[in-house]
């Protein structure tokens, strides 16, 4: 029997947080398997603050306990984001699994969390005190380790609304579908007056946290695409020199190559 609070508000539901010793539950598809002995859970899923999608003028403002369903029926969740939900799972554990849930869960393997660490996304975390809002790469501090305090709970996922038109995005499981990341790549591009305006690189389940290496991306940016080719066996290199990667249920060497393939890829793609 699973015992906890089921809030009806955003308000409510900080309320429990900060006065009980509860564990915030969403769809519950990572809290289920880990079936934790005698603790209390705070129940998420019918709090109507975290359950929308907004659009202002910045961002696309994702609700917490919005499953990932949810997401893909909605026209302004964009495309990349599409392609990563689409892969998740199977339609049960999309039709619960949430924005909220991944990102709290912790794992360098969440599909939803590599997309916003690629696209510069960012996370608003809520208490009873206040609110703040956190860069989604600096919110992983290390392996399930988070950068949220024991009152707060995330309450949006925010997302750019332009500049994400250009990507790559890749998820290699251990077969084609049904499968969690062995590893994953999502890669941003785009340029201006024929100047390269971003290029991030975004690796899942490699490592401890999602890895991402903003300064080694900082070498093609303001160049042209056939500058950038001038340097990209640099670039390259550059990254093979950088990622420590753990190993997993395959080898880290595999891992690499196949990183460095999507890389690749990725460059060649945008005709770099
Ligand atoms: C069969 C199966 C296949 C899966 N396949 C994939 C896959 O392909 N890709 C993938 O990324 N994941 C996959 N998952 C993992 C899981 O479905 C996702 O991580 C999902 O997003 C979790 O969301 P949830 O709402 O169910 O989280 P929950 O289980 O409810 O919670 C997960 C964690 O987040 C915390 N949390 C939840 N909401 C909040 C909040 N608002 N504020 C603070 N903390 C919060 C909880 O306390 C808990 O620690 C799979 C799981 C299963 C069982």
Redesign the pocket.
């Known amino acids: 029997m699973v015992n906890g609070y089921a809030a009806a508000s955003l308000r409510e539901a900080l309320e429990i947080r900060a006065s009980r010793d509860v ?11 880990e079936n934790r002995k005698g603790v209390r859970y705070l129940f ?1 899923n019918k709090v109507p603050e ?1 359950k929308a999608v907004a659009v202002d003028d910045r961002y696309v403002r994702i609700g ?2 919005v499953t ?1 369903t949810e997401a893909l029926a909605c026209p302004d969740v964009p495309r990349l984001m599409k392609e990563a939900l689409s ?4 339609p049960a ?1 999309r039709n ?12 360098a ?4 969390a590599l997309i916003e660490v690629a696209a510069d996304g960012k996370v608003c975390l809520a208490s009873a005190e206040g609110g703040r809002v956190v860069d989604v790469d600096k919110f992983y501090l290390g392996r399930k380790k988070l950068d ?1 305090a024991d009152n ?4 949006e996922i925010l997302l750019p609304k332009k500049g994400l038109e250009q990507y790559s995005y890749e998820k290699v499981g251990g077969r084609e579908a ?4 062995r590893v994953s790549f999502a890669g941003v591009f785009a340029a201006e007056n024929g100047k390269i305006t971003n290029i991030a690189a975004a690796f899942g389940a490699v490592a401890d946290t999602i890895l991402r290496y903003k300064d080694i991306e900082a070498m093609l940016l303001g160049k042209t695409v056939q500058e950038a080719k001038g340097l990209k066996a640099d670039y390259l290199n550059a990254y093979a020199q950088r990622m420590t990667l753990t190993r997993g249920r395959v080898s880290a060497e595999y891992r690499k190559r196949v990183c460095m393939n999507l890389l690749n890829g990725f460059l060649t793609k945008f005709g770099i």
Do not use: H
């Not at 564990?23 to 398997?33: E, K, R, S, W």
């Not at 049904?178 to 990341?181: N, V």
């Open positions: 564990v915030p539950y969403a769809g519950g598809t990572d809290l289920m398997i998420l975290l917490a306990a990932f892969r998740i799972a199977a554990i619960a699994g949430t924005f909220g849930g991944n990102l709290g869960n912790g794992s393997k969440a599909d939803t949220l707060e709970l995330i309450t049904l499968a969690i990341s």
